[in-house]
């Protein structure tokens, strides 16, 4: 594993455990080369999922722009790190044993929609202000007064 903060190709494994859930393995790693630490996750793959966007371009699934989009809505709430991390592992497991190769871009955003609204409210509506494409305050004043009414 390459050292994100220097580029040395080698580093070393100094403890590797499961996370909460058991679907991947983290490990923390040291860099020789520039005494570094950090984190991986290593994590069970099941196939290759291609993700159709809206206007029916395809391109595969990207675990690491899920996981940024959800840390983005949840930024500065009461979620730890673990609990996003699981977040996206349970997305992403959904995903590859629906038994499905292509996934429409909107079903992933449900999920994530789905999750975030009994996870926090304001994460909620700050996914779905970029998920629904909010172009005035109105439409968040119209999103927040349903919000209570009806869960999509």
């Not at 580029?7 to 490990?27: F, L, M, N, W």
């Not at 630490?37 to 206007?55: A, G, I, N, P, Y």
């Not at 999750?115 to 909620?124: G, I, Q, R, T």
Request: hydrophobic share 30%; aromatic share 8%.
């Amino acid at each position: 594993m390459r050292c994100p903060f220097c580029g040395d190709p080698d580093t070393q494994v100094k403890d590797s455990r499961p996370t909460e859930d058991s679907a991947s393995i983290r490990r923390r790693r040291y860099c020789p080369a520039c005494a570094s630490r950090f984190t991986t996750f290593e994590r069970v793959q099941l196939r290759e999922l291609m993700v159709v966007k809206r206007d029916g371009s395809k391109k595969p699934f990207d675990r690491e722009k899920l996981l940024s989009s959800i840390r983005i809505s949840l930024r500065k709430r009461p979620v730890d790190e673990e609990k996003i991390e699981r977040i996206v592992s349970s997305i992403q497991r959904q995903l590859e044993t629906s038994g499905e190769t292509e996934i429409p871009s909107a079903v992933i955003g449900e999920k994530v929609m789905d999750v975030l609204l009994e996870l926090d409210k304001v994460a909620y509506v700050r996914f779905a202000s970029v998920y629904k494409d909010f172009r005035e305050a109105k439409d968040f004043e119209e999103f927040v007064e349903n919000l209570g009414t009806h869960k999509k």
